[in-house]
T-cell receptor, first 112, second 114 residues
Framework: NAGVMQNPRHLVRRRGQEARLRCSPM?????VYWYRQLPEEGLKFMVY????????ESGMPKERFSAEFPKEGPSILRIQQVVRGDSAAYFC??????????FGPGTRLTVL | AQSVTQPDIHITVSEGASLELRCNYS??????LFWYVQSPGQGLQLLLK??????LVQGIKGFEAEFKRSQSSFNLRKPSVHWSDAAEYFC????????????FGKGTHLIIQP
C-alpha cells in the first residue's frame, strides 16, 4: 500500500513564476492537508480539503496561494508569482477518517 | 487558539540511555495528540497518537508517551535510545475530533552521542 506521494520532490523557480505542487493521498483517503515548513517558523497548517471542497483554508496566505482537490487526480497547491519568501518545504498529509494524518516526503521549493 | 510548546530545542543523550522529550499543549477541550519524527530531508513519520482511553500509549520503534491532563502534557519517552533515533521530533495537537489541521510545536532536535 503506497504512502502519500508528492511531486516534484525538488522544484526551482525564478521570482514571478508559478509553482505547482502535487499530492496523491494514500489509497482510500479522502482528506488532504497542506503544511509549510520554514526554518525559523516550523510547520504551519495551510489548508484542509476533501474531494472538490475546501474545508478550512485559515492558514493560507490571502494572495497568490490556492489549492484544489478535484474529483479525479491529485491535490494541487498552486503558488503564483513566487517570491523568495516562498522558499520552503511543503508537505501534504492525508487521512481516511479525518483523525490521523499521514505525511508525504514533501516538496522543497527554492525561489531564485 | 490551540498551541504546543516543546521547551527543549536540542537534547543530547548517550546511546543506550533513556530519553524523555517534553510537550505541553493548550487546548480548551479534549485534544487529539500526536508525536511525529522527521529525519533530515524527509517527511514526517507518525510515532504514536492519543485520542482517549489509556493515558499511556505505545508507539513504533519502542517509543511511548503519557497524557497528563492535569499538567497539559504529552511527554515522549524511550527506555534506551539507538543512534538511528537521531532526528527532529514534533509534538502536535488537533481539535475538532482530529479533523482540524495540526498545530505543531517547534520541534526538538535529538543528538545521540556514541
Amino acid at each position: 500500500n503506497a504512502g502519500v506521494m508528492q511531486n516534484p520532490r525538488h522544484l526551482v523557480r525564478r521570482r514571478g513564476q508559478e509553482a505547482r505542487l502535487r499530492c496523491s493521498p494514500m489509497k482510500g483517503h479522502s482528506h488532504v492537508y497542506w503544511y509549510r515548513q520554514l526554518p525559523e517558523e516550523g510547520l504551519k497548517f495551510m489548508v484542509y480539503l476533501q474531494k472538490e471542497n475546501i474545508i478550512d483554508e485559515s492558514g493560507m496566505p490571502k494572495e497568490r496561494f490556492s489549492a484544489e482537490f478535484p474529483k479525479e487526480g491529485p491535490s494541487i497547491l498552486r503558488i503564483q508569482q513566487v517570491v523568495r519568501g516562498d522558499s520552503a518545504a511543503y508537505f501534504c498529509a492525508s487521512s481516511q477518517l479525518a483523525d490521523t494524518q499521514y505525511f508525504g516526503p514533501g516538496t522543497r521549493l527554492t525561489v531564485l | 487558539a490551540q498551541s504546543v510548546t516543546q521547551p527543549d530545542i536540542h537534547i543530547t543523550v548517550s546511546e543506550g540511555a533513556s530519553l524523555e522529550l517534553r510537550c505541553n499543549y493548550s487546548y480548551g477541550a479534549t485534544p487529539y495528540l500526536f508525536w511525529y519524527v522527521q529525519s533530515p530531508g524527509q517527511g514526517l513519520q507518525l510515532l504514536l497518537k492519543y485520542f482517549s482511553g489509556d493515558t499511556l500509549v505505545q508507539g513504533i520503534k519502542g517509543f511511548e508517551a503519557e497524557f497528563k491532563r492535569s499538567q497539559s502534557s504529552f511527554n515522549l519517552r524511550k527506555p534506551s535510545v539507538h543512534w538511528s533515533d537521531a532526528a527532529e521530533y514534533f509534538c502536535a495537537v488537533s481539535g475538532g475530533g482530529g479533523a482540524d489541521g495540526l498545530t505543531f510545536g517547534k520541534g526538538t532536535h535529538l543528538i545521540i552521542q556514541p
